[in-house]
């Protein structure tokens, strides 16, 4: 009942691509390590008084409880206390990791052979630098956490992270979840497989008032297949950007038509299912030898594109590198009255994404290249 927030911050996938890339440019170590029983290590804050019945077999008075020094399994704020408490311990004195102020889960500092950089996805981490620091870290954590390494980093949050040393590049997959897709629409794969993710010029909107809805049971198969394909879409397969925006439109209010293009992405995907995202920065240096951070976008705007609401799209891509780390499809808030302005419009978009992307690598040391280019469609 007395809480405010529930949730714990995870790292962005952004992040988590920019740091594989430092990994590969600077030929790091990697290591993952997952905090056990982590809703039990998460400490209350004094201001917060959580009470709970004592079990049976404790000898108590009748009008006794336990109050809650600690969090426990079913508290609906466990999460975000552990990450409170996770927080405070590796920002100590003793550890000396910073916290960065743009992205929350993700910690750094420099060690004794170079920086190191640690990456929260709630009880999971990430840790990224030279072998020794990395295991100076981990010692220095399990004094407050018991904590299981998982020594070479092969998967993390559901993608298979496979790295090519010899050619200095990585290939994130995620042939699990393509693999889950695959067995709930079998009957999918049957057919003749499609050239492109979406239909060609096909507009999706929300359904029309008199048009025909799926039933309960069509619907839920709708959401399910279009949030795996969102879990695709943020991590590898930025191809599908825009037909999974048409298709969210219409979440809880599918109709036929709208079954039919999912299942059509779903071939799609199940079709090139050992395609994922090539992270192979492309270093260059300056006349000092320093190695030169670029960050490049490219944006473009599709003006009065849903003809129902009058609004247009935004696209966008971001490199880092020449390695495309954020991307993304989305509908303009407002109404704009030319294609010039829809441009402006998206052009906005991007720079507010690059804009976070230049604070988070600035603070880890790292100073982009100036001026950021964008390209746009003028």
């Known amino acids: 009942v007395d809480y405010t927030d529930n949730f714990a911050p995870v790292v962005t996938d952004i992040t988590l691509r920019i740091v594989i890339i430092i990994w590969i440019i600077f030929n790091l170590e990697v290591d993952q390590m997952d905090v056990e029983t982590a809703f039990l290590e998460g400490i209350l804050d004094s201001k917060e008084r959580i009470y709970m019945k004592c079990p049976s077999g404790m000898r108590i008075e009748k009008d006794e409880c336990l109050l809650l020094l600690k969090t426990i399994y079913g508290l609906v704020q466990s999460a975000r206390v552990f990450w409170k408490t996770f927080t405070k311990v590796v920002t100590s004195e003793e550890i000396g990791m910073k916290q960065c102020p743009v992205d929350q889960c993700l910690f750094h500092k420099q060690g004794k052979n170079g920086i190191i950089i640690l990456l929260l996805y709630v009880d999971d981490s990430m840790i990224v630098g030279h072998r020794e620091d990395i295991n100076d870290l981990i010692a220095l954590i399990k004094k407050k956490f018991n904590v299981k390494t998982e020594g070479k980093l092969n998967d993390f949050l559901g993608c298979n992270i496979i790295r090519d040393t010899r050619e200095s590049k990585v290939w994130l997959l995620q042939p699990h979840l393509i693999e889950k897709l695959a067995t709930e629409y079998e009957e999918i794969k049957k057919g003749k497989a499609p050239m492109t993710p979406g239909t060609p010029g096909l507009v999706i909107g929300k359904p029309d008032e008199d048009e025909e809805l799926l039933d309960d049971k069509g619907q839920f198969k709708y959401r399910s297949g279009v949030g795996s394909l969102m879990y695709l879409l943020k991590h590898s397969r930025p191809e599908l950007s825009n037909c999974i925006r048409q298709l969210s439109k219409a979440l809880g209010k599918a109709t036929a038509k709208h079954k039919k293009e999912m299942e059509r992405i779903i071939h799609w995907v199940l079709n090139t299912a050992n395609k994922g995202l090539k992270i192979a920065p492309k270093v260059e240096y300056n006349k000092d030898g320093k190695v030169r951070y670029i960050l490049k976008g490219i944006c473009d705007a599709a003006w009065n594109s ?55 690598l600035g603070h880890m040391g790292y100073d982009l290249e100036l001026p950021i280019k964008v390209h746009v469609d003028n």
Do not use: C, P
């Not at 849903?306 to 407002?334: C, E, P, Y």
């Not at 704009?336 to 988070?360: G, N, P, R």
């Open 306 to 360: 849903d003809r129902k609401d009058g609004l247009s799209i935004t696209g966008f891509v971001i490199f880092f590198m020449n390695v495309a780390i954020a991307w993304r499809s989305k509908a303009q808030r407002h109404v704009t009255l030319s294609s010039t302005e829809a441009e402006y419009v998206s052009i906005s978009d991007v720079v507010k994404e690059i804009l976070f992307i230049k604070q988070l």
